[in-house]
């Protein structure tokens, strides 16, 4: 592909006439790519980079492309540019409409135009699948599921009854939506009696979901998880969580259940947010932070208890210290200790 026509397909200025007619044949990293590559620049502290990278081309601000050396695509998001970039080389492979042989699908299931069926999946009653969605090997889904258009199941996925997902959106394998809750009260002997589960998990268009991932249905409305979000590897949704808008939780997050994340939010790997908590829009968690209370919008939070981030910062910072600060405190107590009596008689203890 030549660079004009990578230019033209990602809608970005070519910095300068020069270069269009280079051949791209693939993307790499600043530090690793090759002649015939296409990198990018997405901070200002990785520009100097540019004058040594091994790429044909790259894409970045408008800034850091004045006297650049290689040929410019102008972005004022690059990283977000780039990762378009990734799909014009690498497209999602299709599978051939179709239902495999082994495949076991109701007769009450209704399946949209080009939906392709893997092998040794099940499709139970009256599910409805949309045109283009790909379901692959191994996977089931119960009763009265709902998928909607050009969404991709990967193999080993559990979609249990009722649940309803969206357009575009990417389950990746072994994840299962519409487990139960983890829902149970204690008896007066000590014992607990199951709470049944009686609500729904509802994913919305372009939500993509990690392998091994669980979202607990509801125990009386709806687990949701908002337009956008993206789910990693490993995560763990209670049962009557609302996931909103556009928001990242990385792997191994865990989130009780009641808890209420807002839009745009961003929690780190290991993440642990107790129940009924609030996380308001565009929070930011860092990693292995634990979340007991609820987070007001916009906060950056680290540690456990949570705290501020700059806090936990010079917090932290000590830790390493308290060894020797216990050690100064001690002397200084003794020495306080042993001061001469004062003029009026009394002792300084």
């Given at each position: ?7 033209a ?21 600043l ?7 296409l990198?990018?620049i997405?901070?200002?502290?990785h520009?100097?980079?540019l004058?040594s ?16 050396r290689i ?14 970039a ?5 497209p ?44 692959h090997?191994h996977?089931?889904?119960?009763d ?21 997902i ?10 299962v939506?519409?487990s139960?809750?983890?829902?149970y ?14 609500g ?6 372009d939500?993509?979901i ?10 009386f ?13 490993l995560v763990q949704?209670?049962?009557n969580v609302?996931?909103g808008?556009d928001?990242?939780l990385?792997a191994?997050v ?6 209420t994340?807002?839009?745009g ?9 107790a ?8 929070v930011?968690?860092?990693?292995q ?15 456990y208890p949570?705290?501020?981030n700059r ?10 210290r308290?060894?020797?600060?216990q ?15 004062c003029?009026d008689?009394?002792t300084?203890?």
């Amino acid at each position: 592909m030549k660079l004009r026509e990578v230019a033209a397909a990602l809608g970005l200025e070519l910095g300068g006439a020069e270069g269009v007619e280079l051949e791209i044949m693939g993307l790499g990293s600043l530090k690793d790519a090759s002649v015939g590559q296409l990198t990018y620049i997405a901070e200002a502290r990785h520009a100097p980079g540019l004058a040594s990278t091994g790429a044909s081309a790259a894409i970045c601000r408008a800034v850091h492309a004045v006297g650049a050396r290689i040929p410019c695509l102008i972005s004022s998001h690059p990283g977000a540019d780039f990762a378009r970039a990734t799909r014009l080389f690498r497209p999602r492979p299709r599978k051939s409409a179709g239902v495999h042989p082994p495949a076991v699908v109701a007769g009450t299931a209704k399946l949209g135009d080009d939906v392709y069926v893997g092998p040794f999946v099940v499709v139970g009653d009256d599910v409805t699948i949309g045109n283009g969605t790909e379901i692959h090997a191994h996977t089931v889904l119960y009763d009265r599921v709902a998928i909607g258009s050009d969404t991709l199941v990967h193999s080993g996925c559990v979609v249990r009854e009722d649940t309803a997902i969206g357009d575009r959106c990417v389950l990746q394998p072994g994840v299962v939506l519409g487990s139960d809750g983890f829902g149970y009260a204690r008896a007066g002997d000590g014992h607990y009696e199951r709470i049944e589960q009686m609500g729904v998990v509802v994913v919305e268009d372009d939500v993509e979901i990690g392998a091994g991932t669980t979202v607990d249905r509801a125990t009386f409305g709806e687990t949701r998880i908002c337009r956008g979000a993206k789910v990693d590897n490993l995560v763990q949704i209670g049962h009557n969580v609302l996931i909103g808008e556009d928001t990242i939780l990385c792997a191994q997050v865990g989130l009780a259940g009641s808890t209420t994340v807002g839009r745009g939010v961003t929690l780190a790997g290991q993440v642990g947010v107790a129940g009924h908590c609030e996380i308001g829009d565009g929070v930011v968690a860092t990693a292995q932070t634990g979340i007991p209370n609820s987070v007001e919008a916009g906060k950056v939070v680290s540690g456990y208890p949570a705290i501020d981030n700059r806090a936990w910062l010079k917090s932290s910072a000590v830790f390493n210290r308290l060894p020797e600060l216990q050690k100064t405190v001690r002397r200084l107590e003794k020495e306080v200790i042993r001061l001469p009596n004062c003029d009026d008689g009394s002792t300084t203890d």
